[in-house]
């Protein structure tokens, strides 16, 4: 099947930093990525849409600011949390692919000190 | 407001029996279902989906039962096995686009 990559894995930061995650198809190309987060023993819950060459559209209560998109090529979206809190501590997962069947990457946990 | 409602979170089912996990829904637009599994710290693993217009899909020892009226799916796994521990998510989405609503999730333990 499809493969999704996500770096890196795990990071850990201090508050008030700002961390990058990539989300990568590896063999094929995806006009649109998500982005989902989740809390320990929650559903994953989706932040937005990554939209190679346009703005991302995020759900309500993301904040754009706060989170941001960027899907330069069709198979690489960035993620990047700015200022970072401990409250954003957690595992965010980004997908692709069409509506049949979404690929999930393997997800980033984020831990912030 | 969750849209997709998984509301028991555990299960635990002894290695060669059925496991049958349940889902509901809330959302009348949605049209197209999906199971995924997922192990801790992983990303989500798709296993089996179902559009609206079909009531049973099956793959193997995974089938899905969609019940529009009720706004109800479920997932069995005959026989189970101890491999297929894992939490098990159900996802659906709506008219053409691809974002998932998930539910909760329900952990499931196949004991030998």
């Known amino acids: 099947g499809a493969v999704v990559s996500q770096h890196p894995s795990r990071v850990i930061c201090k508050s008030g930093t700002s961390v990058k995650i990539e989300c990568r198809s590896l063999?094929?190309?995806?006009?649109?990525m998500f982005w989902y987060r989740q809390f320990p023993k929650q559903s994953l819950m989706l932040m937005a849409t990554s939209n190679e060459g346009s703005k991302a559209t995020y759900e309500q209560g993301v904040e754009k600011d706060k989170f941001l998109i960027n899907h330069a090529s069709l198979t690489l979206s960035t993620l990047t949390v700015t200022s970072a809190h401990p409250e954003d501590s957690s595992f965010y997962i980004c997908?692709?692919?069409?509506?049949?069947?979404?690929?999930f990457g393997p997800g980033t946990r984020l831990l912030v000190l | 407001d969750q849209q997709v409602k998984q509301n028991s979170p555990s299960l635990s089912v002894q290695e060669g029996r059925i496991s049958i996990l349940n889902c509901d829904y809330t959302?009348?637009?949605?049209?197209?279902f999906l199971w995924y599994k997922k192990y801790p710290a992983e990303g989500p693993t798709f296993l089996i989906s179902?559009?609206?217009?079909?009531d049973k899909n099956e793959d193997g020892r995974f089938t899905v039962f969609l019940n529009k009226s009720a706004k109800h799916l479920s997932l069995h796994i005959v026989p189970s096995q101890p491999g297929d521990s894992a939490v098990y998510f159900c996802a659906a989405s709506e008219g053409s686009g691809y974002a998932l609503n998930f539910g909760k999730g329900t952990s499931l333990l196949v004991t030998p």
């Open positions: 997908s692709a692919g069409g509506r049949k069947t979404q690929y």
């Open positions: 063999d094929f190309q995806a006009t649109t």
């Open positions: 179902i559009s609206s217009i079909k």
């Open positions: 959302n009348s637009m949605f049209d197209y």
